[in-house]
Nanobody, 123 residues
């Protein structure tokens, strides 16, 4: 059964860092572009970052450029999102998702989703 599982979410102070992980089971990640999305209460789901199937192309939302870094380890079937200089507005549930389409920050492109992990940035 195809499954994505996120981990690494936590409560962190402003300016802090977290690394989220997205582990795949039931399929091999390297055939897919992987995206990270987030959804805050009362807001639409938004694209944060994506990485192409072999990791050559990446894309970031303007709001996270220079602070977040996406990477992948195909040997371990895992994609990471390193988040630095976190701000209160980064608070959301973060989801990873897989697509057979190119790397893009459009939720409708992604067919497979994890259950999400909560990130809270607060003092």
């Amino acid at each position: 059964q195809l499954q994505l599982v996120e981990s690494g979410g936590s409560l962190v102070q402003p300016g802090g860092s977290l690394r989220l992980s997205c582990a795949a089971s039931g399929f091999t990640l390297h055939f897919n572009a992987i995206g990270w999305f987030r959804q805050a209460p009362g807001k639409d789901r938004e694209g944060v970052s994506c990485i192409s199937s072999v990791g050559i192309k990446t894309n970031y939302a303007d709001s996270v450029k220079g602070r977040f870094t996406i990477s992948r380890d195909n040997a371990n079937n895992t994609v990471y999102l390193q988040m630095n200089s976190l701000k209160p507005e980064d608070t959301a549930v973060y989801y990873c998702a897989a697509t057979t389409r190119p790397c893009g920050l459009f939720p409708e492109w992604y067919a497979y989703w994890g259950q999400g992990t909560q990130v809270t940035v607060s003092s």
